[in-house]
């Protein structure tokens, strides 16, 4: 069966395209034309320009919605079991957020005691699953599906370890920003995205931005890549903390280019050899959609 996974790039401008035809993979990306920055004509331009220049179809089909398309949030609820517990979980939801019901929402179970359940609750907007449906509707795609950043990329990262059992916190470094996924017991539990990436490195920060009691003296000047590595070594600690891991080992993602100016310590560089799916990690993600956590992926039809 072929497979395309889409995404747009919001920091350049592109609607993005990984595919792979008779076990063949390839990327390919469009600019988005001018006036179609909304999420369905972006998309309806880009899968126009695809579908007319590859013969593709029949193919099964994913969305991969940025990161700020998708909220997340951590729940901590009385250990009920069976509806009980489903109904407190939409109560919890119910009472954060007063517009609930226009979510499509996932739970994943975080830590599980005799007396509180954790879980972490992802919240998709319904009318973005409507638009991005209202665009795949022209084509006659055998599945359409929609996820999010953070999902495709924890896939991507477990079935590059080979879907092995692992507590992580993953920094996907790209270009213009930096995707974190925090990883326990091979599920995603929570991320964040930074809006910068190696467009920053080499670059130094006066003492002035940095919190007090981190300033050495008022003339340092701090490399920025040094800077990056120990707020994610500080984001490891909290996420330890939080989500009750034993162990949380930090790994990098980052091109050939800056790997060097990062000073890793406990820290792992994570290489993947090809390097269309090093950068594009979140599209590798959704065509290898085993790894995904139960309910992360949203039918499309």
């Known amino acids: 069966m072929n497979k395309i996974a889409i995404t747009i790039d919001e920091h350049e ?16 990306s469009y600019d988005i034309p001018q006036g179609s920055a909304d999420l369905c004509n972006a998309l309806r331009a880009g899968l126009s320009a695809f579908t007319d220049s590859h013969d593709i179809l029949p193919a099964s089909a994913v969305f991969v919605l940025p990161n700020n398309y998708a909220v997340c949030d951590y729940i901590e609820i009385p ?36 007396v509180r359940y954790a879980y972490a609750a992802f919240l998709i907007r319904r009318e973005h699953i409507e638009t991005v449906n209202g665009a795949f509707k022209p084509y006659k795609f055998s599945s359409k599906q929609i996820g999010f950043s953070a999902a495709t990329t924890a896939a991507a990262y477990l079935d590059l370890c080979d879907g092995k059992k692992q507590n ?33 490195f080499g670059q130094t920060v006066a003492p002035s931005f940095l919190p007090s009691h981190k300033r050495a003296c008022s003339d340092r000047k701090f490399d920025v890549a040094d800077r990056i590595m120990r707020s994610l070594d500080e984001l490891c600690h909290v996420a330890n903390e939080k989500y009750n891991m ?3 080992s930090l790994k ?29 990690l979140e599209l590798y993600g959704a065509l290898t959609s085993k790894y995904i956590t139960k309910d992360l992926l949203f039918d499309a039809q």
């Open 246 to 248: 034993d162990i949380l």
């Open 79 to 114: 250990s009920f079991k069976g509806k009980k517990l489903n109904e407190t979980l939409d109560l919890e939801i119910a009472n954060r957020y007063k517009n609930s019901l226009s979510f499509k929402i996932a739970f994943v179970p975080i830590n599980i005691q005799k």
């Open 168 to 200: 992580v916190l993953f920094a996907d470094i790209k270009p213009t920003s930096i995707d974190v996924v925090i990883i326990k017991d091979s599920m995603l539990t929570g991320f964040t995205s930074l809006p910068y990436g190696e467009n920053i």
């Open 252 to 280: 990098i993602n980052v091109s050939d280019k800056y790997a060097e100016m990062l000073s890793l310590n406990d820290a792992e560089r994570f290489c993947v050899k090809n390097d269309t799916i090093a950068r594009h």
């Open 13 to 28: 401008h592109k609607i993005k395209i990984l595919y792979t035809k008779k076990n063949v993979l390839d990327l390919v």
